[in-house]
T-cell receptor, first 116, second 115 residues
């Protein structure tokens, strides 16, 4: 199936740990994103990459570090996890260049992170 | 900066009744507008989008939305709701002139469908 996939779907961990969430898209898109959805369902963009280059970096703690090994993958690494990091994290992708025109974003199924 | 307001946190509709979900946006230029649906435990699925042209746009699953510039609104409608439509609905605006794509979401409206 052509889609945006994320692993794991659920992640439960202790405060202070380091964890990663992986995202892959096989849609041939050039741009990928990470969003955070908090407990009130509010969705906010965190990062965006175009062809492995960081183009959007919202006000996100340095403990969050995205890594794009190739344009089909955008992983999110989180250091020293805190209680407030508990949320659902969504990966998304869109075709084309983000600087040329607006393109539809396709979302993954989400990763529910719970920090204890 | 652009923003989106969805004034209704919850809406309950009887199955078979019509539906309208409200969305108001704030943006200096003509916006790109989207409606996404999130079923429980699922990711977001695009229902429809408005970029330009006809202000009444048709989407999937029988949904439609109308862009009204004078009211800065992009309300979502469906003539007859099905139980499977129960979900969270998000309106979003895309920034066109910032140089890079960025979606700004509203806080969502949870739709409950009663038998």
């Amino acid at each position: 199936d052509t889609a945006v996939s994320q692993t794991p779907k659920y992640l439960v961990t202790q405060m202070g740990n380091d964890k990663s969430i992986k995202c892959e898209q096989n849609l041939g898109h050039d741009t990928m994103y990470w969003y955070k959805q908090d407990s009130k369902k509010f969705l906010k963009i965190m990062f965006s990459y175009n062809n492995k280059e960081l183009i959007i970096n919202e006000t996100v703690p340095n403990r969050f570090s995205p890594k794009s090994p190739d344009k089909a993958h955008l992983n999110l690494h989180i250091n020293s996890l805190e209680l407030g990091d508990s949320a659902v994290y969504f990966c998304a992708s869109s075709p084309g260049s983000p600087a040329s025109s607006y393109n539809e974003q396709f979302f993954g199924p989400g990763t529910r992170l719970t920090v204890l | 900066a652009q923003s989106v307001t969805q004034p209704d946190i919850h809406i309950t509709v009887s199955e078979g009744a019509s539906l309208e979900l409200r969305c108001n946006y704030s943006y200096g230029a003509t916006p790109y507008l989207f409606w996404y649906v999130q079923s429980p435990g699922q990711g977001l699925q695009l229902l429809l989008k408005y970029f330009s042209g006809d202000t009444l746009v048709q989407g999937i699953k029988g949904f439609e939305a109308e862009f009204k510039r004078s009211q800065s609104s992009f309300n979502l409608r469906k003539p007859s709701v099905h139980w499977s439509d129960a979900a969270e609905y998000f309106c979003a605006v895309g920034a066109r002139n910032t140089g890079f794509q960025k979606l700004v979401f509203g806080t969502g409206t949870r739709l409950l469908v009663s038998p």
